[in-house]
Each structure stands twice: as structure tokens, then as C-alpha cells.
């Protein structure tokens, strides 16, 4: 893509328009001549404010759809705008950019960096940023992120002396740090026992309510519901979304109940 | 499960666990077997230096005599005269075994081709002092006195077979050397390898010492006490009690007997003493630091081998990490863990020590052909129990090393808690500290490794690219002789038979160009001194006789003065001409033209001051100093050029001396170029095996460097893919590496160089004859395989980068 201007900068925020656009995403894996669809024919749109779930069995592609979100894969077929902008023909640099600006992530395991501190964990993405904040400005987001989830005061402390669920939330105040248009946020409390998922799913709740975009993945039903929209993936497909939890979980016939109860 | 079973068991899994990873075993069995190899066939050499016994009689008691003579100008040591020797010989009380020994050319006219064989004159101790193997026949008998000349001879195996055809009735068979017949009484077998301090171990044919015609019955032609000789020495066995020191007690008391007749004999000299040396002392002399150094290079590069097994062991224990994760968490002890890696280890360093063995058997063998005649005892080296020994051990060693360091590495209780609590965070198992030690000791031994290798290069380079001062292509030297000529005709009619001969060969249609002299482009150097008139004398310098014709023929500009008068060459004159760096040796301005020098005659005019002559073995002692001294009429020395194409062989000249006088001999014949190739053949031995050692080191270094950055890389893998993840663009990850790996690498440069920068100034005495510090060498090597490191470190990286973040996360 041959433009004299970052094409990662050239664009408008808009009430009205997606942060993210996704038109007839498919994604197949190629391995020892068996082909795999991971993912056929994806209509997605993500509006800023949205909090979305994309639910469904283990292997549907779930983490497939939030790895493309987050330009950390390629489709194999489709168009992916975000922010307006095109990504297909977009260079590494180019995509990291626009990871960097854009999008927060927010993944199962951490993965926080055991050897840096939890303030380093949180400013690493700033300190990707083209243009070079201060170590003032990097200060101030940092501490900004770390007191949204409430673990300002172990910013010295290492990854391995939190909890898994003091970890999660310092990965969530990472994603925050960089002031992302989205929230990707990959099965968050997936390692988690019940306290502490209950804890960082009201810390999602309460970001979206402060206006965060977020797009959450996860196979508890229960904390599908917390989201405004929910999408549920069967077999790479989108075969249902909606816009209420009642609804899913009072339609028997409902393939998310129907593929909960085939799990179990 | 009994012990048998149990070590069954394992060992077939880790069979079918190797069997899984052929690129594994593959790269430790060729980085080993070939490093190994490379030690082992050194390991022989240090170990027939310096602990086989030799194949001698009784070596702890076996001493070498020789004399050590005080002149005015310093002490002289290593040549001997006959007189102080014989004189020795039959007064001394402190051996029970004992021979003088002096090889010399012998013309053995009664053969095809009249050839020139190495005849070695000894007493018949000689064949019990050095266990010489008699395939037939016998050696000789004991009774003989030292003065008779016995007309018995010994031949070895190689010479019956040249020369007469390895016939079963070789015995009582005759030779003849022109004036007398020899009597082939024994054959010497072809396993007996000749003490190297005589003639580089070459001899042909033994004849008793009497009939040495250099000291006896030789008519007082030579100067018994001042012709002295580096070859001749005595040789026996200390009776029982006897020290060393007795020894040179004994011989010292013996010299008053002589003291008076030497002093008059040996006029520049102003004393003289015994000087006894144990025999593997002399036999061996300086080559055994060689094999030390050699040892200490091929454990440099075992060392390197050692750390990039390492890294290949750290990787495949990355790659097992599951399995051994499970096995802990199923209840492995890590005792049994270990037992396992040790199996697998174990199985993998013997096989590569196998490997090893049968390539040092062939590594040997060609180093015996390479090395025969230029270092002492090389065909006594073989693969032997102490060498199994060392490579059995070695495999048990090395074994345990990987296995310990492997097993360390895999952090029991980081894998146990890893599987209970999968996912949390990443689990560094080996710290970036270790890692960039690693790299940086990596570097700075293969570093080390390359600049000595090019140290030695740059030797070698200095001295092949040395302009000699002299054609060597197309060009022959011999030296021709009729024996008795020199008594019947005078100076003037040999000179001009000289003139006649020289014309002759002018005419053959295939010869160029025709100069008087002896060629100084010559394996073996004589020396001598220059004493000016106020009795100042030089160092001992190389020498030669050459004609006026030389200098113009053979290219070496003449700079100041003149070439030979014809006077001087009919010996009606004494002339001298020196090199330049001789002539400011004698006189600090370099000015000496026109000053008179004793030397072999007295009162030598300087004439002619030459370019300087540099011998390639010699270049270290001597800086090109060289004595011309005027190539007078006793024999017929001339250097003949042919046309390019052309081979003049010894028949043809002997023929064509023998139109002009049927009793022509020839004493020498050389092809300077053949000659030119003896003489820098180890040059160009040391600058192959130089660039294969730098080579080999620059591909160890680069695999190590690769496989710790490999492992370290796929250790660091899933946090590549969280920073790509958070938008860590190209430029910031090859920061890391910067970080992480360059810096060590270069770091581990810096310290090779300052290491090498203190060895070479603390050791340059010792180093120096065979290394030389040359910047326009050592920089581009360092350059260069600095270069390759860093590529090496690069490339594992930019697969990661190259490929999508997910796979980084999903660590493929």
C-alpha cells in the first residue's frame, strides 16, 4: 500500500461509523493436505461503545476471529477495516502500529513479562509509541491504568508475586495504558476461579460503562450475558446473535443452549 | 524390575527418543566425533612427545654428548669436531654403551644413476643403543676397533628394495662408493625409525665409523679440531649409579689430555667443555612445544564443541519440556530424570567418540605423510591404549557433563509447578545472564581460535611472499667433482676446465643460461663467522660460494662495489661480498666496501654488497645476512636455466659432463624449484591447516552462537509474540536482540582481542617464530567472522518476525 502518509493515521473517528468492520472474513489452515475452515463468512460490525461476547463450543474459532480482530493473523478471504482503514494490504510495521493505537489486549493466560516489573509490564506498549512520551506522560498513563484496576500499589512488585487474578487485572490496565479504540479481550477469566473472575469481569463492566469499546471472548454463558451484544459462533459461522441475554437463555431451542448441553 | 531390564528399558528409549530427532544427533555426533578426531590425533603426538617411552635401550640412562666451545665473540654449542669426539670415545669411564655417530652423502657409483644415499657411521653399539629391528642378516660384529675401516655395510629395507629389487640373496651382495666395495651384511627393517637428530631420521645404508673418510685416513686435509659438524655426536647409556652430571665430570677431566693440542688446532677458541643432554631432550628439541601448542588449540576447539553441544542439549530439553514435565508430575524422581538425559548422552558420545577414533586412524596416517622428516618420531605415532584410554574416558566425561548440564537446567519444581498451573506467565528456565555469558565466553574463544589462526597465516604469508633473492623456475643446481682432479691439476686449469664445462652445457639446445656457484636455495645451510681486524667477529651467518656470473643470473642486484674478480675465483685473490643487512651489522653505516674480513681465508677484501638473501627457514635467526664468498675450482658448481618446458635431469648432466671428461661424479644435484617447494613445505602445511582452523572455528562458533540465539529465542518466543501483540514494531525487537545478544558478542571480540594483545607481547620471544601480529590480517578476519556471528544471531530472529504474531503466541 503505497501512500505518503501512514494510512494507520489517516483516520476519523466517528460516532456513527465502526471502529471495526469485518465483511465475508474466512480463515482456513492448511496442514499435511487437509484444509480446516476455521472461520466462513463473518459479517461483523463493532460500534464504539459496544461490548460484545462472541461465544461457542471449544474449536468453533472463536480465538481465531480475536486473533484476526487484532491483526495478529491475516483472513484468508475478506475485507478488515478498522478505524476506516484497510487492512489487507498493510505491512508488519504497519499492522503493529495500528495494534499499538488501537487495540488493547486483554489474553487468557496474562502474559505479563516475568522479568520486567508491573509498572515496565504496563508502560511496554507506550514505550512502542512513534512519537515519544516523556517519561512524565508514561508515568502519569501508567499509574492512570494501574489505579482503574485498583493494583497502583504493586507497581514495583514482579508477575510471579501476584495472584492470577491480580496479574489479570495489571493486564487489563496494560491494554488500557496505550488509551485503545477496543478492548480485545481473549476468555479473561479463563484461569480464574470464580471470585476472582466475578472481580475482573465487574472491572470490564464498569470500563464499558466509562465508554470502552470491548470485545470480549468466552465460553461462560454467564459472563456472555454481561455483554450488550453477544454473537455465537458454531463451526466458523455466526449462526446466532443478539442483542439480550434473556433471550438466549430462555430459547431452549437455542443452539447455544443446545451446544451447551452436547459440552456437558 | 531387575537392574538388567530396567537398563534395558532405557536405553531403548532413548534410542527411540534420538531416533526422533536425527537433526540432534546429527549435528553433536559430527560437532563431536570431528572435534574429537582433531584432539586425538594431536593427543599422539603429545603422547609419543611426552609419555611413550621411545624405542630405545634403557632411555632414562641414554644421554647425547656434544662440546660447547668459548670464543671471544660468545659460546658456541651443537657442533662437534672428531677430535674431541674420538678422544671421548676411548677415554671416557661413565658409559656402558656407547657410539660416536655422523651421517654423510655417500656416491654409490656401483648403482644405476650413481646415487647420492645418506650413509650413517656408527660403532656397533649403535644397533643395541636405538633397538635396530634386522629384518636379515646381522649388524656389526663388536670386536671392530674405532679406527678400522670395516668393509661390511647394513642397508635398510627401502634401499634394498629401490635398488635391488628386494632380492632374496642380498646378503654378501656388494655396493662400492668409487674408491672402495662394501660388503651388504644385514637389512634393516622398515619399521626402524632413525633418531631424528641425525638427518632428519634419513638413512640408507650403515658403515662403521671408521671408515668415515672425513676424519680418517683422510690425509689431515680438513682441520680436525675447527671443522666441526652439528650431526656429529655421541650417544650411549650411563652405567649403573651414573648421573648426568658424573658423566660430564668424566668427559671434562679428559679434555686436559687434549686441552694444549685443541687450543693450537682450534685457534678462535678460548675453551671448551662437554655438554650432555639427555636424549629425548635433543631428539625432541623445540617440537614438543609445538605439539603443546597445537594441544592447547585443538582443546580451544574442544571447548567451543563442548558449548555448542550445550546449547543443542538445552534446545532438545526445551523440546522435551512436556514429557519431562509429565514424567515429574507422574511421580520422576530427578535422580531418574537424570538417569534418562544420561542414557541418551552417554549413547551419543560413545558412538561419537567412535566415529572419532576411526577418523583420527586416517588423520594419523596422513599426518605421517605430511610430517615424516620434518618432525622427530612421527611414525610412532599411533592409536594406542593410552589414546583409548584418554577417548574412553573422555566419552564418560563428556557424557556427564551434557547430561548434568541438562539436567540442571530442566527446573524440577518449575516444571512440576508449570503443569498445575499451566499458562501463568512464561517459564524461564535459563536466565538472560546465563544466555549473554554464553555467548560472550562463545565468542571469545572461537575469536581467540581465529586470530591465532591468523597470526600464524600472516607468519606464513610474510614468509611465502618474502622475495628470496633468487630464480628458482627452470633452474638447477649441481655440484660435479673428478676424483683426485685436485691434486693433479692447479687452480688455473681447473678454473679453466670450469670455463670449458660451462660452455658445454651453454650449447645444449634446451639450456638458457649458465652461472657459476652453489645455490644457497637450499634445505641445509652452512655458517660461518666474519672476524675483522680487530678481532671483532660476527655471530655464525649463512654462506655460500658462487661465481661472478651468480648475481646477474639468478636476480639478486649487487647494490654497491662489484661482483668477483676472476682472480678471486682462481684463489689468486681473497674477495668477500655481503648482503646489505650484513654490511650494517659490520659496520653501523652499512659502508664496508673495501674492508678486510678473516673468514675461511684470511684477509678478505669486501668487494660487492648484494641485495639480502632471504632464506624462508632461516629469515627468523639471520634477517637476510648472508656471506658470498668466491665459488673457487675444487669441484664443478654451476646453476644451469633451461627453457620453460624442460626437465634437465641428473643422467642428462652426467652425461653431458661425461663427453667432456669420462670421470665426471656428480656429488649434488637440485632442482631449485623442486628444493624451493621442500624448503616452505611446512609454510604451506601451517597456512592450509591456518585457514581449515579458522575455518572450523568460524563454523563451530557460528552453529554455537546460532543454537544458544535458537534456544534462547524459542524460550523467548511467546514473549516476542506479547510484544508484537502490544505493537512492538521490527526495529524495537531487533533492539532486544541488540540488547541481548550483539553486545555480549561484540563484548566477547573486545576480550579476545585484549587476551591475544597480552599473550603475544607478554610471549613474543617464544611466539614469535611462528606468529606475527599483521592489522591488515587480523581485522578482516575479525571483521568477517564477527560479521557471520552477528548473522547467525540475526537469523533466528527474523523467523520469528517474519511470521505472524499468533505464531509467536501460539509458540510455533
Not at chain 1, 147 to 158: I, P
Not at chain 2, 301 to 323: D, E, G, M, P, Y
Not at chain 2, 462 to 470: D, I
Not at chain 2, 536 to 550: L, M
Amino acid at each position: 500500500m503505497n501512500t505518503t502518509t501512514s494510512p494507520v493515521k489517516a483516520v476519523k473517528k466517528s460516532k456513527q461509523e465502526p471502529i471495526i468492520s469485518l465483511k465475508n472474513i474466512a480463515k482456513t489452515y492448511h496442514s499435511s493436505n487437509i484444509e480446516i475452515k476455521a472461520l466462513s463468512d463473518i459479517n461483523l460490525d463493532i460500534m464504539p461503545g459496544d461490548y460484545l461476547s462472541i461465544s461457542g463450543p471449544s474449536g468453533c474459532g472463536k480465538s481465531t476471529l480475536l486473533s484476526l480482530l487484532g491483526l495478529l493473523d491475516s483472513p484468508t478471504n475478506g475485507e478488515y477495516f478498522i478505524q476506516n482503514v484497510d487492512t489487507h494490504n498493510l505491512s508488519m510495521d504497519q499492522q503493529a502500529e495500528l495494534r499499538n493505537l488501537h487495540i488493547g489486549f486483554v489474553f487468557q493466560s496474562f502474559n505479563l513479562i516475568d522479568e520486567l516489573s508491573i509498572f515496565d509490564n504496563v508502560a511496554l506498549p507506550l514505550t512502542y509509541r512513534e512519537e515519544t512520551l516523556t517519561q512524565s506522560e508514561i508515568e502519569q498513563r501508567v499509574t492512570q491504568a494501574l489505579a482503574q484496576v485498583e493494583m497502583e500499589h504493586r507497581k514495583s512488585h514482579k508477575p510471579n508475586q501476584l495472584s492470577g487474578g491480580q496479574q489479570q487485572r495489571v493486564a487489563i490496565a496494560r491494554a488500557l495504558a496505550g488509551q485503545p479504540s477496543i478492548l480485545l479481550v481473549d476468555e479473561p477469566t479463563g484461569n480464574l476461579d470464580s471470585k476472582n473472575g466475578d472481580a475482573v469481569m465487574d472491572i470490564l463492566n464498569n470500563l464499558n460503562k466509562q465508554g470502552t469499546t470491548i470485545c470480549m471472548v468466552t465460553h461462560d454463558v454467564r459472563y456472555a450475558g454481561h455483554a450488550s451484544k453477544q454473537i455465537h459462533l458454531l463451526d466458523g459461522k455466526v449462526i446466532e446473535s443478539s442483542l439480550a441475554q434473556e433471550d438466549m437463555m430462555n430459547n431452549a431451542n437455542s443452539p447455544i443452549n443446545q451446544s451447551a448441553q452436547a459440552a456437558v | 524390575m531387575s537392574a538388567f531390564i530396567k537398563t534395558k528399558t532405557q536405553v531403548n528409549l532413548a534410542f527411540r527418543s534420538l531416533k526422533n530427532a536425527p537433526g540432534f544427533v546429527a549435528s553433536v555426533m559430527v560437532t563431536m566425533s570431528l572435534t574429537l578426531a582433531t584432539l586425538f590425533v594431536v593427543f599422539s603426538l603429545v603422547n609419543t612427545y611426552f609419555i611413550k617411552p621411545l624405542n630405545v635401550l634403557d632411555e632414562q640412562k641414554l644421554f647425547v654428548v656434544e662440546q660447547e666451545v668459548d670464543t671471544p665473540v660468545g659460546t658456541h654449542s651443537g657442533y662437534q669436531s672428531y677430535k674431541s669426539i674420538v678422544h671421548w670415545y676411548k677415554t671416557q669411564s661413565s658409559f656402558d654403551k656407547l657410539t660416536p655417530v655422523n651421517p654423510n652423502n655417500v656416491i654409490l657409483t656401483s648403482l644405476p644413476g650413481e646415487p647420492k644415499v645418506v650413509a650413517t657411521f656408527a660403532m656397533p653399539d649403535y644397533f643395541d643403543l636405538f633397538k635396530v629391528p634386522m629384518l636379515l642378516g646381522q649388524s656389526f660384529a663388536d670386536d671392530l676397533p674405532l679406527e678400522q675401516a670395516s668393509d661390511n655395510v647394513v642397508i635398510s629395507e627401502a634401499f634394498w628394495k629401490k635398488y635391488f629389487d628386494s632380492t632374496p640373496d642380498i646378503i654378501g651382495k656388494t655396493i662400492n662408493d668409487g674408491e672402495r666395495a662394501f660388503n651388504i651384511i644385514g637389512v634393516v627393517a622398515k619399521s626402524f625409525e632413525p633418531p631424528y637428530m641425525f638427518y632428519s631420521g634419513k638413512t640408507d645404508i650403515w658403515l662403521h665409523f671408521g671408515s668415515d673418510q672425513r676424519f680418517f685416513n683422510n690425509g689431515e686435509r680438513d682441520n680436525p679440531w675447527d671443522n666441526t659438524y652439528k650431526s656429529l655426536k655421541l650417544v650411549g647409556t650411563a652405567k649403573p649409579g651414573t648421573t648426568k652430571e658424573n658423566i660430564r665430570k668424566n668427559l671434562d677431566d679428559r679434555i686436559e689430555d687434549i686441552r694444549a693440542e685443541w687450543l693450537e688446532g682450534y685457534e678462535t677458541s678460548t675453551d671448551f667443555r662437554p655438554l650432555v643432554t639427555p636424549y629425548r631432550t635433543i631428539e625432541l628439541g623445540d617440537k614438543g612445544h609445538l605439539s603443546l601448542f597445537l594441544l592447547a588449540g585443538t582443546l580451544g576447539l574442544l571447548l567451543i564443541a563442548i558449548v555448542n553441544v550445550c546449547n543443542l542439549f538445552f534446545s532438545r530439553a526445551l523440546a522435551q519440556h512436556k514429557t519431562l514435565a509429565l514424567q515429574a508430575v507422574l511421580g520422576a524422581k530427578r535422580r531418574l530424570l537424570f538417569s534418562a538425559i544420561l542414557t541418551q548422552t552417554l549413547i551419543l558420545m560413545v558412538s561419537s567418540v567412535a566415529v572419532a577414533l576411526f577418523l583420527s586412524a586416517w588423520g594419523i596416517k596422513l599426518f605421517k605423510q605430511l610430517a615424516t622428516g620434518k618432525l622427530p618420531l612421527v611414525q610412532s605415532l599411533t592409536i594406542d591404549i593410552n589414546l583409548l584410554a584418554v577417548a574412553i574416558g573422555l566419552s564418560l566425561l563428556l557424557a556427564y557433563l551434557f547430561a548434568l548440564v541438562t539436567s540442571r537446567l530442566v527446573d524440577y519444581k518449575a516444571l512440576k509447578n508449570q503443569l498445575q498451573s499451566s499458562g501463568k506467565g512464561s517459564v524461564n528456565q535459563v536466565s538472560a545472564r546465563t544466555v549473554k555469558i554464553l555467548i560472550t565466553a562463545q565468542m571469545t574463544f572461537a575469536s581467540l581460535l581465529i586470530i591465532f589462526a591468523c597470526l600464524a597465516l600472516t607468519k606464513t604469508h610474510q614468509t611465502l611472499e618474502r622475495p628470496m633473492g633468487s630464480k628458482v623456475d627452470n633452474m638447477y643446481s649441481f655440484i660435479a667433482f673428478i676424483r683426485g682432479e685436485n691434486d693433479i691439476l692447479s687452480m688455473t686449469e681447473r678454473f679453466d676446465k670450469n670455463q670449458k664445462v660451462k660452455e658445454a652445457f651453454r650449447q645444449l639446445p634446451q639450456i638458457k643460461k649458465v652461472s657459476t656457484g652453489n645455490s644457497p636455495v637450499s634445505l641445509r645451510v652452512t655458517k660461518s663467522t666474519l672476524t675483522d681486524m680487530n678481532a671483532k667477529t660476527t655471530d655464525f651467518v649463512p654462506q655460500g660460494w658462487v661465481g661472478s656470473d651468480y648475481f646477474e643470473h639468478t636476480g639478486l642486484k649487487v647494490l654497491k662495489g662489484r661482483t668477483f674478480s676472476d682472480e678471486a675465483l682462481r684463489g689468486e685473490k681473497n674477495e668477500v661480498m655481503v648482503t646489505q643487512s650484513l654490511a650494517y651489522l659490520l659496520d653501523p653505516s652499512g659502508d664496508v666496501l673495501g674492508k678486510i674480513y678473516n673468514g675461511h681465508e684470511e684477509k678478505n677484501e669486501v668487494v660487492g654488497i648484494t641485495e639480502d638473501f632471504n632464506h624462508p627457514n632461516y629469515f627468523d635467526q639471520d634477517k637476510g645476512k648472508h656471506i658470498w664468498w668466491p665459488s673457487r675450482p675444487f669441484s664443478y658448481n654451476l646453476i644451469v636455466e633451461t627453457k620453460p618446458g624442460y626437465t634437465l635431469s641428473q643422467e642428462k648432466i652426467l652425461q653431458t659432463l661425461r663427453k667432456e671428461d669420462a670421470r665426471f661424479n656428480i656429488w649434488e644435484y637440485r632442482s631449485l624449484e623442486q628444493e624451493f617447494e621442500r624448503i616452505i613445505y611446512m609454510d604451506i602445511i601451517t597456512l592450509y591447516l591456518s585457514y581449515i582452523l579458522a575455518a572450523f572455528t568460524l563454523l563451530l562458533a557460528s552453529v554455537g552462537i546460532y543454537g544458544v540465539l535458537s534456544y534462547n529465542l524459542g524460550l523467548r518466543r511467546f514473549e516476542f509474540g506479547i510484544r508484537m501483540a502490544l505493537g512492538a514494531k521490527k526495529a524495537k525487537l531487533y533492539k532486544l536482540l541488540v540488547k541481548d545478544a550483539i553486545v555480549p558478542l561484540l563484548l566477547g571480540v573486545i576480550l579476545a582481542n585484549l587476551i591475544t594483545l597480552v599473550i603475544y607481547n607478554q610471549f613474543y620471544e617464544s611466539l614469535s617464530p611462528w606468529l606475527t601480529f599483521d592489522i591488515s590480517f587480523v581485522l578482516p578476519a575479525i571483521l568477517i567472522s564477527t560479521g557471520i556471528a552477528i548473522y547467525a544471531s540475526i537469523r533466528p530472529m527474523q523467523k520469528i518476525i517474519k511470521a505472524k504474531p499468533m505464531k509467536a503466541l501460539r509458540n510455533e
